[in-house]
Nanobody, 123 residues
Framework: QVQLVESGGGLVQSGGSLRLSCAASGLTFSTYVAGWFRQAPGMEREFVARISMSGSKPYYADSVKGRFTISRDNAKNTLYLQMNSLKPEDTAVYYC????????????????WGQGTQVTVSS
């Protein structure tokens, strides 16, 4: 059974930092493209960042470029998102996702999703 379990969310002041983790099990994680998405209340789920299977090719949404860093440790089956210089508009539930297809992942149609972790940034 495939599971993706996020952790590391919380409440932080504007300008602060958080590091999200996503522990994967039940799949050969190194053969999946992985990414982070977020969903604010009343909004659609949106892409935040993705990373290639090897971890060599990160890609970011313009809204987080230069502030967030995605990484992965395939030996630990874990995906990370380091979030710096957080803004109130970053407030959302953050989800990790994995798929063998980059297109599926980017279309918000990934095969596997975590349950989400809340990030709240106060002004």
């Amino acid at each position: 059974q495939v599971q993706l379990v996020e952790s590391g969310g919380g409440l932080v002041q504007s300008g602060g930092s958080l590091r999200l983790s996503c522990a994967a099990s039940g799949l050969t994680f190194s053969t999946y493209v992985a990414g982070w998405f977020r969903q604010a209340p009343g909004m659609e789920r949106e892409f935040v960042a993705r990373i290639s299977m090897s971890g060599s090719k990160p890609y970011y949404a313009d809204s987080v470029k230069g502030r967030f860093t995605i990484s992965r440790d395939n030996a630990k089956n874990t995906l990370y998102l380091q979030m710096n210089s957080l803004k109130p508009e970053d407030t959302a539930v953050y989800y990790c996702a994995a798929d063998r297809s980059t297109a599926q992942l980017m279309g918000v149609r990934a095969g596997y999703w975590g349950q989400g972790t809340q990030v709240t940034v106060s002004s």
